[in-house]
């Protein structure tokens, strides 16, 4: 049984480019959480998606960012036009149960980690 | 101020020392998190508590629901246990989302 599987582990792209990031939840988790950590600072949350749908968006910048989790699939964190401040570790976490029935143990992956040039 | 304050931010110990990693926070919340992040990188849930306690090896973790703090307590520590420890919590109002507090880096030496 993986854990929840992100890739890829690293990405180096231009100013300009676009970035994909890709999570696959653990097997029967349908809420996958997305969190960035920029160096030296902490964790901080992004987005909270269950299948098909976006939950909770409030932490992700207004532009350029933008957040998926298909029927079928791996969610993808989509960056557009990135630029070095975006260079950060993005992990993605998911759990079973359903947010609003209280907190649940949540599995994260082991990361992402964007550099941009 | 943060939401979520832990202490101390840097912590080096000996190997086999009693450590504390202390956590403070001033939301309401669902539950608290202890995580570690390995120097590869990696997260790993240590703990989901809503009260008392919880124990897993050489791992405790405490919460007072009422003073609104947690402790990780780390018994004959090692110098494997080096790693940065997260306190993260579920506030009432947001499920599973966590706020996450800066992080204690934990330095055990040989």
């Known amino acids: 049984n993986a854990g929840v599987m992100q890739n890829p582990r690293h990405l180096v792209r231009r100013r300009g480019q676009e970035a994909r990031l890709r999570c696959s939840p653990m097997?029967?988790?349908?809420?996958v959480y997305w969190y960035r950590q920029l160096p030296e600072e902490g964790l901080k949350f992004m987005v909270y998606?269950?299948?098909?749908?976006?939950?909770?968006e409030s932490g992700m910048p207004k532009e350029r960012f933008s957040a998926e989790f298909p029927k079928e699939g791996p969610s993808i964190l989509r960056i557009q036009q990135v630029v070095r401040g975006d260079s950060a570790a993005y992990f993605c976490?998911?759990?079973?149960?359903?947010?609003?029935?209280?907190?649940?143990?949540?599995?994260f992956g082991a990361g992402s980690r964007l550099t941009v040039l | 101020k943060n939401e979520v304050e832990q202490s101390p931010q840097n912590l080096t110990a000996q190997e086999g020392e009693f450590i504390t990693i202390n956590c403070s926070y001033s939301?309401?919340?669902?539950?608290l998190h202890w995580l570690q992040q390995h120097p590869g990188g990696g997260i790993v849930s240590l703990f989901m508590?809503?009260?008392g306690k919880k124990k897993h090896g050489r791992l405790i973790a405490t919460i007072n629901i009422q003073e609104k703090h947690s402790s990780l307590h780390i018994t004959a520590s090692h110098p494997r246990d080096s790693a940065v420890y997260i306190c993260?919590?579920?506030?009432?109002?947001?499920?599973?989302?966590?706020?996450f507090g800066e992080g204690t880096q934990l330095t055990v030496n040989p």
């Open positions: 508590l809503s009260s």
């Open positions: 939301v309401g919340i669902s539950a």
């Open positions: 998606l269950q299948k098909e749908n976006i939950i909770d």
């Open positions: 993260a919590v579920s506030k009432e109002t947001s499920g599973s989302r966590l706020t």
């Open positions: 976490a998911s759990s079973l149960l359903r947010a609003g029935a209280g907190a649940n143990v949540l599995t």
């Open positions: 097997k029967g988790h349908s809420h």
